[in-house]
């Protein structure tokens, strides 16, 4: 079990840069291995970036060489830092934990906070 609260979100202009966080409430935060999603209006929730419970890193194409994601263990914290934003990366952002043991399935994330908008504007 594990609780979320992510925050960071706001409004910014395209080019711009935001850095979102995520704390995690669970005393095995290194069990878990944590991803970023987002979901646009009107759109399915997609998937932005992971980082393992070993530090791997994972990131979906259109946001390669822009976003960073990142944790800090002691801190039970995940970041994501975004850098030249688009108006197209406009959505709620949400943090989402998989027990690392669990098979890696699409629909292996059980976890889920509240979500964090993002607007960017042109």
């Known amino acids: 079990q594990v609780q979320l609260v992510e925050s960071g979100g706001g409004l910014v202009q395209a080019g711009g840069s935001l850095r979102l966080s995520c704390t995690a409430s669970?005393?095995?935060?290194?069990?878990?291995?944590m991803a970023w999603f987002r979901q646009a209006p009107g759109k399915e929730r997609e998937f932005v970036a992971a980082i393992g419970w070993s530090g791997s890193t994972y990131y979906r194409d259109f946001v390669k060489g822009r976003f960073t994601i990142s944790k800090d263990n002691a801190k039970k914290t995940v970041w994501l830092q975004m850098h030249s934003v688009k108006p197209e990366d406009t959505a709620v952002y949400y943090c989402?934990?998989?027990?690392?043991?669990?098979?890696?399935?699409?629909?292996?994330?059980?976890?889920w906070g509240q979500g964090t908008q993002v607007t960017v504007s042109s």
């Open positions: 989402a934990a998989a027990a690392a043991y669990e098979p890696k399935t699409p629909d292996r994330y059980k976890y």
């Open positions: 669970t005393r095995t935060f290194t069990a878990y291995d």
